[in-house]
């Protein structure tokens, strides 16, 4: 290559190329906009650059004409000069001639980007906050190979893991069944998301406890990956297991006790409950009692009573809508068209949804 032609080098985006031996001395340049120039030509030209810069940026000049002279390739660098009182960021692409003691120099405008990679730096900043402080358990791990990528402070706390431990390589370690996670890898790979998959899983002391996993398939730090939030659930499991055996026993029970139990959505009004026993006394189906409206299953004259004691006992309960417990003698009707002498506890109390619930205890009364 002649040396003459040394500017093709020079690309669309080149703010500057200079040309220089392996002194550093400066032996010709081009530039896009004379005006952009840190100095005029006549300050530099046949100068050695680190003479003409300041010492720190002189440094760095001279560091690559001496790596470019050693190695025979290219080498970039960045540095910063104030031009027309602003701080401009460039960077340097340093390359040898071939056959010739030369190298040349392109310099390109590097602010832009700059600002664009310390805006960057400050997002991930900011998301890698975000993702150590969010209120639930993040654990990020290769999709390929299970390895733990990422682990937030939360995530820390469930599987007590100090700042100081390290982690185990393959998340399958965490599972008290492997299968669990080839299951959830296998759904992933098939729906790209998983919601609420619960397994059993090892704490970092081994200990066991119920997970809920939602993990999603995404990109972190250019490989596939999957990033699960964790939640214990354990205590909720215990309490649903409680619950289920609390309504188990007291099926039992309603099942098979004489008196009927049952509840009156007086707001809607409508029976939202009546116990299997209501065949036993008065010869209904549950289906055909839950159908009923309160006036059908009693007597007129009872009705008339037990209309009057609501609107007395709601008057009472709005003012002061605690709980409230009444007891009455009524006669109800039967599947027969007879009646029956019954003793109604009821308590009034308010729903979740704030309509107004009567609960009730219906015993027969003996003749």
Not at 54 to 64: A, E, H
Not at 172 to 188: K, M
Not at 261 to 273: A, H, M, R, S, V
């Given at each position: 290559?002649?040396?003459e032609?040394?500017?093709?080098?020079?690309?669309?985006n080149?703010?500057?190329?200079?040309?220089?031996?392996?002194?550093?001395?400066?032996?010709?340049?081009?530039?896009?906009?004379?005006?952009n120039?840190?100095?005029?030509?006549?300050?530099?030209?046949?100068?050695?650059?680190?003479?003409?810069?300041?010492?720190?940026?002189?440094?760095?000049?001279?560091?690559?004409?001496?790596?470019?002279?050693?190695?025979?390739?290219?080498?970039?660098?960045?540095?910063?000069?104030?031009?027309?009182?602003?701080?401009?960021?460039f960077?340097?692409?340093?390359?040898?001639?071939?056959?010739?003691?030369?190298?040349?120099?392109?310099?390109?405008?590097?602010?832009?980007?700059?600002?664009?990679?310390?805006?960057?730096?400050e997002?991930?900043?900011?998301?890698?906050?975000?993702?150590?402080?969010?209120?639930?358990?993040?654990?990020?791990?290769?999709?390929?190979?299970?390895?733990?990528?990422?682990?937030?402070?939360?995530?820390?706390?469930?599987?007590?893991?100090?700042?100081?431990?390290?982690?185990?390589?393959?998340?399958?370690?965490?599972?008290?069944?492997?299968?669990?996670?080839?299951?959830?890898?296998?759904?992933?790979?098939?729906?790209?998301s998983?919601?609420?998959?619960?397994?059993?899983?090892?704490?970092?002391q081994?200990?066991?406890?119920?997970?809920?996993?939602?993990?999603?398939?995404?990109?972190?730090?250019?490989?596939?990956?999957?990033?699960?939030?964790?939640?214990?659930?354990?205590?909720?499991?215990?309490?649903?297991?409680?619950?289920?055996?609390?309504?188990?026993?007291?099926?039992?029970?309603?099942?098979?006790?004489?008196?009927?139990?049952?509840?009156?959505?007086?707001?809607?009004?409508?029976?939202?409950?009546?116990?299997?026993?209501?065949?036993?006394?008065?010869?209904?189906?549950?289906?055909?009692?839950?159908?009923?409206?309160?006036?059908?299953?009693?007597?007129?004259?009872?009705?008339?009573?037990?209309?009057?004691?609501?609107?007395?006992?709601?008057?009472?309960?709005?003012?002061?809508?605690?709980?409230?417990?009444?007891?009455?003698?009524?006669?109800?009707?039967?599947?027969?068209?007879?009646?029956?002498?019954?003793?109604?506890?009821?308590?009034?109390?308010?729903?979740?949804?704030?309509?107004?619930?009567l609960?009730?205890?219906?015993?027969?009364?003996?003749?």
């Amino acid at each position: 290559m002649k040396t003459e032609n040394w500017k093709l080098y020079a690309s669309v985006n080149t703010e500057f190329i200079f040309l220089m031996n392996e002194e550093g001395v400066i032996l010709d340049y081009s530039a896009k906009k004379e005006e952009n120039l840190y100095l005029p030509p006549d300050k530099f030209m046949n100068q050695k650059i680190s003479d003409v810069l300041s010492p720190d940026i002189g440094v760095k000049w001279t560091k690559g004409i001496e790596i470019v002279k050693t190695s025979n390739k290219e080498y970039s660098f960045t540095y910063t000069l104030v031009i027309q009182e602003k701080p401009i960021d460039f960077l340097c692409e340093m390359l040898p001639i071939p056959g010739k003691k030369l190298y040349f120099a392109k310099i390109y405008n590097y602010t832009e980007e700059v600002k664009m990679r310390k805006k960057l730096d400050e997002f991930e900043a900011t998301l890698d906050s975000l993702m150590q402080n969010i209120p639930f358990s993040l654990l990020i791990t290769s999709l390929h190979n299970g390895n733990v990528l990422f682990v937030n402070k939360n995530m820390r706390r469930i599987f007590n893991i100090k700042d100081t431990d390290q982690l185990p390589l393959d998340i399958s370690a965490f599972y008290v069944n492997e299968q669990d996670r080839d299951i959830l890898l296998e759904d992933l790979k098939k729906f790209g998301s998983v919601q609420n998959y619960q397994v059993k899983m090892y704490n970092w002391q081994k200990n066991i406890y119920t997970a809920s996993l939602s993990s999603s398939i995404i990109h972190y730090k250019g490989e596939a990956a999957v990033a699960t939030i964790i939640v214990d659930v354990t205590a909720r499991k215990k309490a649903e297991e409680s619950l289920r055996k609390s309504e188990q026993r007291y099926r039992l029970l309603a099942e098979n006790i004489t008196d009927v139990i049952w509840q009156f959505n007086l707001t809607k009004d409508k029976y939202e409950y009546v116990s299997p026993s209501i065949k036993e006394m008065r010869g209904l189906t549950v289906k055909e009692a839950m159908a009923e409206k309160l006036q059908d299953s009693l007597s007129r004259d009872s009705y008339i009573e037990v209309k009057k004691t609501i609107t007395e006992e709601l008057k009472t309960f709005m003012q002061n809508p605690t709980p409230r417990h009444y007891s009455r003698k009524v006669k109800q009707a039967t599947s027969t068209g007879d009646f029956i002498s019954v003793d109604i506890n009821t308590t009034v109390r308010l729903s979740d949804d704030g309509d107004i619930i009567l609960v009730g205890i219906t015993r027969l009364l003996s003749e």
